[in-house]
């Protein structure tokens, strides 16, 4: 935990008693040199140039929340041209207030991949990214509670946004508070929807931080300074700026951060390849192993079938540590993952000098539209059939399971409780069918609400998280077996992943998810849900199914490095 508060100190979270001047003059020459023999200067440097809007009184609301839109261009390097022009024009002539924030997006008419415009940007800044997953095929039950526009509000969704630097960012040890939510929704406004802050938290926010998390905090949460969003037909280039003088970060801080960022945009980009990741694995080990598992997943069946007990679910979790002959490229990675995940979010977290956060789940916490907001239940799995019969006889296996209803049912009651306890009322449909994938099926059921009140996404969060289908239920039963049992620190692994915004905010749950850290490989996360049934090969095999998208890319790469 000390370690991330001193490490803090250079990430800008105490700008507020710190200003950027005062940080530069306390450091000699010769400091300098000693540090930067760790990091280079420019990382040293991008690295003071943060504002951490948590430090912030989320009272006093922002000078303005605006977005500009530019006239369209036809390629990458002409939007960042234009930007570069608009940012120095804001420079000239800026806004006479003490705090604010400012979108300025151009518009390019030809869509450009996301992923691929960030695979081609300087990995020594902090990166974020979120794919939303398409939902063909499945009755959008939001529609029915949420308006079309509210104050003008009509923006499209992006298909994915990526984004690079920090125009202002949330964090902090302590737990996500309402204070803290406050302070985001501070930078927000249902007038400029694509202001969005992106993030996640902690499974566990009263956990022990593990080193390899320390850097992402309690929670953490970024509004890029600039960000590439992909649409179905056309893409956007956009810039923030993000300043409040209470922070001792100036209007004039922020376009010059802004700048320094802007200088290092690439335009070049390349449709990444999906086929080849470079690398071989040369360890796997996993956390519990599978000898401790296995008395791991009887303890808890005791525990559940022990007269009076109140537990009738709790899902217990592996880490699989990855090491591989190269660095893994987790943006790479991710693309891979993109190629077979139509169905799925893809996300990447990563602050500034930390491992790269990566994910591609099925599972949605919540969509909040205005006063619209639904949920799912995810849960039971069964692997995908060989041909179209045997995969719908293991569908229908899964369908008639009673194990597997008990843990559906279980999942989908539980969220039915939490979603009348903020909404007016609540609809469920279909009460349980079978959602596949592309390796996997679960059973699955959709739930929507209106909310009582358009102000209650604080409460959303703190209500949904943890689902049982990732914790268990009742929820603080499972979730402190699983602190008694689990020996690893999930970190983010089965937090909410996801973005706020003024007119909308959607969360995943951060399954199917990797930590990847450069010179040590991957942590490669996944769970499983015990109830009175549950049998510890069963579950095994289910952990290694379940990570198989990530391992299977890398076996598959050294495959074709044995044949070539």
């Known amino acids: 935990m000390a370690s991330l508060q001193s490490s803090s100190y250079f990430l800008g979270t105490n700008l507020k008693k710190h200003n950027s001047k005062s940080i530069f003059q306390s450091y000699s020459p010769t400091s300098f040199t000693k540090f930067s023999s760790r990091v280079s200067r420019q990382r040293f440097l991008l690295c003071l140039l943060y504002m951490n809007g948590c430090e912030a009184d989320n009272k006093s609301p922002l000078g303005t929340v605006e977005t500009r839109t530019l006239s369209s261009v036809t390629s990458p390097a002409a939007a960042t041209e234009r930007l570069i022009t608009a940012v120095s024009n804001l420079k000239s002539q800026p806004p006479p207030l003490s705090s604010g924030i400012v979108r300025l997006q151009v518009p390019i008419d030809q869509r450009i991949g996301a992923i691929d415009w960030l695979h081609a940007q300087n990995d ?41 630097g920090s125009a202002v960012f949330f964090r902090d040890l302590d737990p996500f508070s309402h204070d803290d939510w406050r302070s985001i929704r501070r930078f927000l406004s249902s007038k400029s929807p694509l202001i969005r802050a992106y993030g996640g938290l902690r499974f566990d926010p009263n956990g022990k931080i593990a080193v390899e998390w320390e850097k992402f905090g309690s929670f953490y949460f970024t509004v890029p300074q600039v960000e590439f969003d992909e649409y179905g037909g056309n893409s956007m280039l956009a810039a923030t700026v993000a300043w409040d003088d209470e922070l001792s970060w100036t209007l004039e801080n922020a376009i010059e951060a802004l700048q320094e960022t802007m200088l290092q945009v690439s335009s070049v980009v390349m449709r990444l390849r999906r086929e080849s990741l470079g690398v071989s694995v040369v360890s796997k080990n996993h956390v519990p192993s599978e000898v401790t598992y296995y008395p791991a997943v009887n303890t808890a069946l005791e525990i559940i079938k022990a007269k009076n007990s109140p537990l009738s679910k709790v899902v217990l979790a592996r880490s699989s540590r990855i090491i591989t002959d190269t660095d893994i490229d987790p943006i790479a990675w991710l693309a891979r993952l993109q190629s077979e995940g139509q169905d799925a979010y893809q996300f990447c977290l990563q602050p500034p000098g930390a491992p790269a956060f990566i994910g591609n789940t099925p599972e949605r916490l919540f969509h909040r539209k205005h006063l619209g907001v639904c949920s799912e239940a995810l849960a039971a799995t069964r692997p995908r059939g060989d041909s179209g019969v045997s995969d719908l006889e293991i569908e229908r296996d899964l369908l008639t399971s009673s194990k597997d209803d008990l843990e559906f049912s279980i999942v989908r009651e539980n969220i039915r409780e939490k979603l009348k306890a903020i909404c007016d009322r609540v609809i469920v449909k279909p009460q349980k069918t079978v959602r596949k994938l592309a390796r996997i099926q679960h059973l699955y059921s959709q739930l929507a609400g209106q909310l009582k009140r358009e102000d209650d996404e604080f409460d959303i969060l703190t209500v949904l998280h943890p689902t049982p289908a990732v ?53 490669i996360y996944a769970g499983t849900g015990i109830v009175s049934g549950s049998n510890p090969t069963s579950e095994w095999s289910e952990l290694d199914l379940k990570i198989s998208q990530f391992t299977k890319s890398l076996e598959h790469e050294q495959a074709l490095q044995r044949i070539n």
């Open 124 to 164: 020594a800044l902090p990166r974020s990214f979120f794919s939303r997953r398409s939902d063909a095929g499945r009755p959008d039950l939001l529609h029915d509670f949420a308006s079309e526009s509210v104050n003008g509000s009509s923006d499209r969704n992006p298909v994915s946004v990526a984004g690079i």
């Open 471 to 523: 914790c268990g239920c009742p929820v603080e039963e499972a979730r402190l077996l699983i602190k008694q049992i689990e020996s690893f620190d999930r970190g983010m692994y089965a937090g909410p992943i996801g973005f706020f915004g003024g007119g909308e905010s959607e969360f995943s749950v951060g399954i199917r998810s990797a930590l990847v850290e450069k010179g040590l490989g991957a942590l």
